[in-house]
């Protein structure tokens, strides 16, 4: 990986510090920001098929490369600010969801655990 997490993490906040962001970046910001970035994200799949989202082209393949990283990037913001870590976090959450998704239950259907 070119970078580690701690590493971005640190040029994050100091890019936000540097341009005087910090007073923008309250959760409720962050939370808004972060799903127009999803929202970006989904609009590159927007009406292709299945078979189509799987073989993006060079171009729709840089322009989601970009805002997986946009989507990533608030994510580690609004981590910061909350002061949560965000690998705990993510270890914390997989535990959680082998729990509700058994595999003698979920494997092979898309059912959410309150329907398994």
Do not use: C
Request: proline letters at 2%; hydrophobic letters at 45%; a negative charge.
């Amino acid at each position: 990986m070119a970078a580690d997490l701690d590493h971005i993490k640190q040029k994050l906040a100091q890019f936000a510090h540097d341009r005087k962001w910090d007073n923008y970046h309250s959760p409720k910001n962050i939370a808004m920001a972060l799903t127009v970035e999803a929202a970006e994200l989904q609009e590159i799949f927007q009406w292709m098929t299945e078979e189509e989202s799987l073989q993006l082209n060079k171009q729709k393949l840089q322009a989601a490369k970009h805002e997986i990283a946009d989507v990533f990037l608030y994510l580690l913001t609004i981590s910061r600010v909350l002061n949560i870590d965000i690998l705990e976090a993510a270890t914390e959450k997989l535990a959680l969801n082998e729990i509700k998704y058994p595999l003698d239950k979920a494997r092979g259907n898309a059912k959410k655990y309150t329907e398994l």
